[in-house]
């Protein structure tokens, strides 16, 4: 059977919110590996958002107000999603409990660049040939 794809999650979040919105991401899956020894699994590194809502398409901000730039404390994690209904399952919990309006999140499919394991039975098939070859 084959290893379920693995993806990154990386998304921001306004402080107050951190806890509550990785809680619902890994109660969906995320931050584990399968066979691991560890859950809840993620990396933070703290920054400043910046946003201008739009109030003549609407804009009806959690944080700030309606046509002026809001600089948010805001926290970037990243997460390891294994399997395709995991990385799913996590976005929609996101969606869920993030406080903003819409949210920024980005998606990666992480290659495995493993070296593929070579069976030796190839290898000393290829070695008899030859050597009945030179015969």
């Given at each position: 059977?084959?290893?379920?794809?693995?993806?990154?999650?990386?998304?921001?979040?306004?402080?107050?919110?951190?806890?509550?919105?990785?809680?619902?991401?890994?109660?969906?899956?995320?931050?584990?590996?399968?066979?691991?020894?560890?859950?809840?699994?993620?990396?933070e590194s703290r920054g400043t958002g910046q946003f201008l809502?739009?109030?003549?398409?609407?804009?009806?901000?959690?944080?700030?107000?309606?046509?002026k730039v809001a600089k948010v404390d805001e926290m970037k994690v990243e997460v390891l999603c294994v399997g395709e209904g995991t990385v799913r399952e996590s976005i929609k919990a996101l969606k869920r409990t993030h406080p903003y309006e819409e949210v920024a999140y980005e998606v990666y499919k992480i290659e495995d660049f493993e070296k593929?394991?070579?069976?030796?039975?190839?290898?000393?098939?290829?070695?008899?040939?030859i050597f009945r070859q030179l015969r």
């Open positions: 059977m084959a290893p379920l794809a693995r993806y990154k999650l990386i998304f921001y979040t306004p402080l107050p919110a951190l806890e509550k919105v990785k809680e619902a991401l890994f109660a969906a899956g995320a931050g584990t590996h399968p066979g691991s020894k560890y859950s809840h699994c993620c990396f809502p739009v109030a003549e398409k609407g804009a009806n901000p959690a944080i700030g107000e309606a046509g593929p394991k070579r069976s030796p039975g190839v290898l000393q098939n290829i070695q008899k040939y």
